[in-house]
């Protein structure tokens, strides 16, 4: 937007100088002390000073871009640009200001943390906090205002392109998991933006497709995770998502933006669009849209820039539209102390890299261990074989907008070398190729070599044969797991399948360590499998991480934040729903029955289920009591009970704790997670476990009423290790009083 005084600005602030002059003489005081320089006036009575002095073109400049990743600010008034910066795992690379090649900067390598799949499976609030509090101290040392993210869509179907940035198939993990993520951040003086607001739960078609979805699936699966960001995680940003809901884009959809989350969920921040998610001016800047970033045009003909000025000027927004956009924005820069005393921010720290660590070895999952296979014995074992591409990969710079680059990345063989002693022999084969190429325009590539995939095997074989055991490091890469595209199904790509069998024909002592951010099939090779481990994109330490778990100095207790289903056309989204739609709309056809809501629900057995995740050792269950036999509206239910480590290795176990509406008069899920607590307990000790019950853990949302409603009657409380490893169960009546 042009910058130009007009004659009200300059007489504007002449009186403002006055003003001040007269106020430092009677004072006696002798410095410009404006009012936004923190001045002890409560933030709102300052937003409307600064607000008051601004004239609609700076209004106006400060609700679009003026570089790829900021927003204008009013210099006359001394009110900086926002700087963003992606993203969720990590403060992305520097960029030049108007294009998107690299600044070349040299000193802006970072921490790359684990992507948000393998927070999620940590399910440790305590860690989401000091995750959420590195990335703000991060992007405070590099200058940022308000980092994008977290991704908290839904996981609707296996193959999203983008599943390895969301957190969950389940609404409560990530509500739980998402609020101390962002309260962490945010105490750095960095504005949380979740993302992406609403239903981006496929990468094909996403700027166009249409998603038609039940209102009470909308309240009670693709919502919760974003109301708790902002009630209960006073989140600053949010970013309006590319798609449309029921015929209108996320950005100009009002019942979105302004009905839920500005009128009912009492959301004071500004709304971002995704970039270039923006489609018009008048309808968008009605709806609740506030700052317009990333359209590829000239920064004045930005549908928030000239043309809002005119839409203003004609009538078509009024001026307190703008004014309230304008208001939010200052707010964000109040809250994140923009104008007064803030926070510096740290890089590249230990404390980071530990917490790196401390996330990838939570996240872990064992999801089979037969006969106790691992962790391998690094006294017993004189050789080693590591196989797989993924052994070596490097995975930080992957996934498009997500992706980073990273101070230093451990990889899996890397990993071992550091902790294994010269007495194992580590022997290394590629064992398969990538022979992948992710692309823009034409999606993946493959060109594959037929002689070369035979070689490749023969010396994984070869090596496999010779070692007393074998580790294959198998999964996918930012080719599949990647904004842009889905995966064309489930299957692990390249000769995996074809490698892991010959590989197990040699040494049956074969771990598979899956390195993905989405469910792979395993069919082919399961049976033969003695142990599998989930590792996700485990961050700059993961390589570290792996091999501590593989080794036993660390015992897993990473729990699955989504179900693998055997097959793709196993899950909802595939059997019961659409995806990814017909003449670009798709219908949520499946409703609440995502993820393990339809395995359940439907009896249908899923390769591994919902918060599965294997221990070194083992947890036992008992005495499960219930402060009382009912529960009333304005009450509150204790559920107590104990879990003993039986076996000999110190671990901790995620306990969940599952609801079942037993007298519904609408449909239900079989059940629903409503609590969970990781408990850390030494070999042989026993620790009491209390969940407290509300009323709020049994509603439902009435589409009659337009209200959340618990229904008298019984409900289940149901006590497991997973969704289907129930351990203990009792029952109490919920009494309307
Ligand atoms: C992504 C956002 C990201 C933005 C800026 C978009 O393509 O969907 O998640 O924050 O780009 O890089």
């Given amino acids: 937007m042009k910058f130009f005084y007009k004659k009200t600005v300059i007489i504007s602030e002449i009186l403002y100088l006055f003003t001040v002059i007269l106020l430092f003489s009677s004072t006696g005081c002798k410095k410009d002390k404006r009012i936004y320089q923190d001045t002890g006036q409560p933030v709102e009575n300052q937003i409307e000073e600064l607000l008051s002095r601004m004239t609609l073109e700076e209004k106006v400049s400060m609700c679009h871009a003026n570089t790829k990743f900021s927003s204008t600010g009013v210099p ?59 990335l703000g101290q991060e992007a405070r040392a590099r200058n940022k205002d308000v980092i994008l993210g977290p991704g908290i869509n839904i996981i609707r179907t296996p193959i999203c392109g983008r599943n390895f940035e969301y957190m969950s198939e389940d609404p409560f993990l990530i509500a739980e998991m998402v609020v101390p993520y962002i309260r962490g951040m945010q105490e750095q003086d960095v504005a949380a933006c979740v993302k992406h607001y609403a239903l981006n739960n496929q990468e094909v078609d996403r700027g166009v497709v249409d998603v038609q979805v039940d209102e009470r699936a909308l309240r009670e699966i693709y919502l919760p995770g974003f109301e708790a960001a902002v009630k209960q995680g006073g989140v600053l940003t949010v970013m309006g998502a590319y798609n449309k809901y029921l015929g209108l884009y996320c950005c100009n959809n009002d019942y979105l933006l302004n009905k839920i989350l500005k009128e ?45 000025i005119k839409a203003v000027r004609n009538g078509q927004v009024a001026e307190e539209v703008v004014n309230d956009k304008v208001r939010r924005i200052l707010r964000v820069m109040f809250r994140t102390n923009v104008f007064g005393k803030r926070s510096k921010g740290s890089f590249n720290t230990p404390e980071h890299q530990q917490i790196a660590l401390k996330v990838a070895e939570e996240a872990i999952v064992l999801l089979k261990n037969n006969n106790s296979f691992l962790p391998l014995n690094m006294e017993k074992l004189r050789s080693v074989a590591v196989i797989g591409d993924n052994a070596t990969r490097v995975h930080a710079s992957g996934g498009m ?90 299957k692990l790509p390249y000769a995996q399948n074809k490698l892991i069998d010959v590989v197990y024909k040699v040494n049956p002592n074969t771990v598979v360590v899956l390195i993905c951010g989405s469910p792979v099939e395993m069919d082919l090779w399961i049976d033969k499998a003695p142990a599998v481990l989930q590792a996700w994109y485990a961050g700059m330490e993961g390589g570290n991480a792996m091999a501590r778990i593989l080794f036993g100095e660390v015992n897993p207790s990473g729990k699955l934040p989504y179900t693998i289903p055997e097959k793709l056309a196993d899950s909802p989204a595939h059997s019961i729903g659409e995806y990814p739609g017909e003449k670009f709309t798709v219908k949520y056809k499946e409703g609440l029955l995502v993820g393990y809501r339809f395995f359940d629900t439907n009896n249908i057995e899923p390769l591994y289920c919902f918060g599965h995740g294997l221990s070194y050792t083992r947890f036992e269950y008992s005495d499960l009591d219930l402060s009382g036999k009912t529960l009333s509206s304005d009450d509150s239910l204790h559920v107590s009970l104990k879990i003993k480590n039986t076996g000999n290795v110190d671990g901790a176990e995620v306990v969940q704790l599952y609801i079942h509406d037993g007298a519904a008069s609408v449909f239900r899920p079989l059940k629903e997670l409503k609590g969970f607590k990781k408990v850390f307990c030494r070999a042989g000790e026993e620790k009491k476990v209390i969940f407290t019950i509300t009323k709020k853990y049994l509603t439902f949302y009435d589409i009659n009423s337009s209200d959340w409603t618990a229904e008298p009657g019984m409900y289940g409380v149901l006590i497991g290790s997973s969704s289907r490893d129930i351990r203990l169960k009792n029952e109490f009546e919920y009494k309307d009083l």
């Fill in 76 to 134: 006359r008034l001394g009110i900086p640009s926002l700087a963003m910066s992606d993203g969720p795992h990590g403060v992305r690379e520097e960029i030049k200001p108007h294009s998107w090649e690299s600044a070349g900067w040299t000193n802006d390598s970072c921490s790359y943390f684990p992507t948000l799949t393998a927070l999620a499976a940590t399910w440790n609030v305590e860690l989401a906090k000091q995750y959420g509090g590195a």
């Fill in 401 to 490: 907008s997500s992706g980073l680059k990273a101070l230093y990345e451990v990889t899996p063989l890397l990993g071992l070398e550091n902790l294994l002693d010269s007495r194992v022999k580590i022997n290394y084969a590629l064992g398969y190729k990538k022979t992948s190429q992710f692309t823009w325009d034409r999606g993946i590539i493959y060109h594959s070599d037929p002689a070369e995939e035979t070689q490749l095997l023969q010396e994984a074989v070869a090596i496999a044969k010779k070692s007393d055991a074998a580790i294959i490091f198998a999964g996918l890469n930012h080719d599949f797991d990647t904004e842009m595209l889905d995966r064309p199904d489930m």
């Fill in 264 to 308: 009912e969920w009492g959301f004071k921040g500004a709304v971002i669009s995704d970039w270039s998610a923006t489609h018009n001016t008048v309808e968008s800047a009605n709806a609740g849209l506030d700052i317009e970033m990333g359209t590829d045009k000239d920064y004045n003909d930005f549908f928030f820039a000239d043309p809002l």
